[in-house]
């Protein structure tokens, strides 16, 4: 591996733990104002100072981050359908050379394994290994599951799999039972997982702690952060799990005395 591909990767996944907080706010990309990012602004920047990285779209980090702060950006390079369409039908958005304008750390896109255009995301995975390769620019894969799918090891296992033989350089999936299969399934790729909808924070960090437990080099969270009514005490919270090794009711209580 290049100097420059480690040296972006070890921005992200801090080389002191081995595991790192992304925190998610693409949302916007495919579903609009999401509740809790119609002003992106107001709620990201409480939370920067807790972020090892903030995944968004270039639309978004030019309207609503300073371009002053410090914190490694895994752009979401993808898109092109929204909710009310085939959410597999993405395509690449933004170029390699606006993502180096950007000075980005990593670049993103989804792949709808069992979708309706789960060959072309598959290409667009492709497209990006290729000329992250050329730029030393890591590539994460999302691996994005259809309305009626079941998010069973089984399937983000294969899923997780074909991302990392298409090359990538980090998985990001979703929290399963028998979840050291998928991350077996991805070798020495680092998994993430992401939050998916928002639940109960006690649940969300026990899904943290559970994830870490069984493999996982962190976590990229987006609602189950920034719709909490504590979203600074959440991330800190999650932190602590994911850096510190904390238990679940010791992150919760973080959560808790930060209110
Ligand atoms: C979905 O494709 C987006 O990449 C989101 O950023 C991702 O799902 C993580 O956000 P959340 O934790 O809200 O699911």
Known sequence: MDWGMKNRLSRIIKPESGHCVMLAVDHGYFQGPTTGLRNLAKTVDPLLPYADALMITRGAI?????????????????????ILKELSNEVITTSI??????????????VYIGGEYEKETIANLAQLV??????????LAVTAVGKDMVRDSRFLGLASR?????????????YTENFSDVVEACGNVPVVIAGGKKIPEMDALQMAYNAISDGAS?????????????PVGMIQAVRS???????????????????
């Open 130 to 139: 290729d000329e992250g390769e050329k730029y030393g620019i890591p590539v």
């Open 241 to 259: 799990i994911v850096h510190d090794g904390n238990s679940v009711k010791d992150a919760y209580e973080i959560y808790e005395r930060s209110k």
């Open 62 to 82: 030019r309207n609503w981050i300073a371009p002053e702060v410090d914190v490694p950006i895994i752009l979401r390079v993808s898109g092109g359908q929204t």
């Open 218 to 230: 962190g976590v990229d969270m987006g609602r189950n952060i920034f719709q909490s009514d504590n």
């Open 162 to 174: 074909v991302c990392v033989e298409m090359g990538t350089h980090i998985v990001k999936t979703y």
């Open 97 to 110: 050379e606006d993502a180096i304008r950007i000075n980005a750390s990593a670049i993103t896109c989804s």
